[in-house]
């Protein structure tokens, strides 16, 4: 049997918790920046971003900032990971070695 997951934590907690609507088809990077803005945050980009730019398609209307990054995070695969750390209030973008 797989292991259990621990529940993700409580968008609420951190500042993740408001509702907003994407229309976002594009390279990830821009759309991280403006989910920061939005929720003040600050981003934080690791690694060197590849020749060709990951893409990620976002539609939502209504839709909590933490799922939508959870779906941003889904979407780069292998190529990224975002992360949230909520006591610095940083979203960090990593990006793979290529």
Known sequence: ?????????NPASYGMAGLTSVDWSG???????QIAKATHY????????????????????NRMIADI???IGYQCGRRA???VFPESRVIELRYAKN
């Open 81 to 83: 990971t975002v992360v």
């Open 69 to 71: 990054l959870r779906d």
């Open 27 to 33: 390279p990830v990077e821009p759309l991280i920046i």
């Open 42 to 61: 600050r981003v934080r980009v690791l690694g060197n971003p590849p020749a060709i730019p990951i893409l990620v398609s976002v539609y939502d209307k």
């Open 1 to 9: 049997p797989l292991p259990q997951l621990d529940p993700p934590p």
